[in-house]
C-alpha cells in the first residue's frame, strides 16, 4: 500500500464524522403530505448505512453498544440508530446477541425498533429449519406496531432470509453469498445479499458489505453497507429489509474487537 493511499485511509477513519447527539449533519428534507415517520423512505430506492467507530472499543478493546448513521444516495442523514444489548452477550456471543436496535430521526423520535431475541445455537444454515437454531428479527413501527419479520431459513449452503408481513406472509428474499468475507483483507471479496422478489427468481435489489479500507478493517468492527430496493416498495417493507440488513451485520460480521 503506497503512503498517499494509507494516509487518505487514516484521514477517513479516524476523520469519522456520523452524526451523534453532539454534532450536526445534514439531513433530508420531510416530504410532506405524510405524517409517518416512514415517509422519509418513500422517494428512496437506495440507502448507505455507516456504523460509527466507537473509540472506546478501539482504545480498550471493550465492544461498545452499535450506532448507526442512515444516509441517502445524496449524503442527507435519514435516520440514527443505536442499539441497547447487554455487554457479556456483546462480548461472548456477538452474532447471536439479544439486541433493541433503536432508529430516531433528527428529533429524536423513535421511527422503528428492531428486535431480536438470544439465540446460542443461532447461525448455521444447515440447522436454520429448527426454530431455536434460526436468527430472526421483529421489525416495529411505530415501537410496539409490528410491521414484519425477517426470518433465516434452512440451506445447504448459502444464508436466507425471508421477509414477511405482520402476518407472517413471506414477500421477499435474501440469498446470501457462496463465500462471506471479512477483515482487512478481504478488498477483493464481494458480499453481496441478493433480494429476490415474491416469485424467489427475479432479482429486485442487493445489500453490499462495503470494505471501508485497510486501517478501519484491520482496527474496528464497525460495518458499512449499502441497500438497493424497488422504489415503489411499500415502505412498511423497505423498513423491514431494512431490519435485515442490520440481521445481516449482527449475524454474520459481528465478533469481539480486534485487539492488534
Known sequence: MNGTVFMAQTNNFLGNNIMNPQQQQKWMDKPIGDPSGLVYLRPLDSL???????????????????????????????????????????????????????????????????????????????????NGCSQEVIVESPPGTVIGFVTQECSCWRMKYVLKDVTGNPILTIIGP?????????????????????????????????????????????????????????????????????LIDFANFSESPRRN
Open 48 to 130: 448507505l448505512v455507516k456504523q460509527v467507530v466507537s473509540m472506546t472499543e478501539l482504545m480498550i478493546g471493550i465492544p461498545s453498544q452499535a450506532k448507526y448513521g442512515i444516509f441517502n444516495d445524496k449524503g442527507e442523514q435519514i435516520y440514527f440508530a443505536f442499539e441497547e444489548s447487554n455487554i457479556c452477550q456483546r462480548i461472548y456471543c456477538p452474532k447471536t446477541r439479544r439486541f433493541d436496535l433503536h432508529i430516531v430521526d433528527n428529533t429524536n423520535q423513535e421511527i422503528i425498533r428492531v428486535k431480536r431475541e438470544f439465540k446460542c445455537c443461532a447461525g448455521c444454515c444447515w440447522f436454520a429449519c429448527c
Open 178 to 246: 457462496g463465500c462471506i468475507c471479512d477483515g482487512p483483507y478481504a478488498c477483493c471479496c464481494e458480499n453481496k445479499f441478493t433480494l429476490y422478489g415474491t416469485d424467489g427468481i427475479t432479482e429486485i435489489g442487493a445489500i453490499h458489505k462495503k470494505y471501508r479500507g485497510f486501517i478501519a478493517e484491520a482496527m474496528t468492527t464497525a460495518d458499512t453497507f449499502t441497500i438497493r430496493m424497488p422504489l415503489d416498495l411499500d415502505v412498511k417493507m423497505k423498513a423491514v429489509a431494512l431490519g435485515a440488513l442490520f
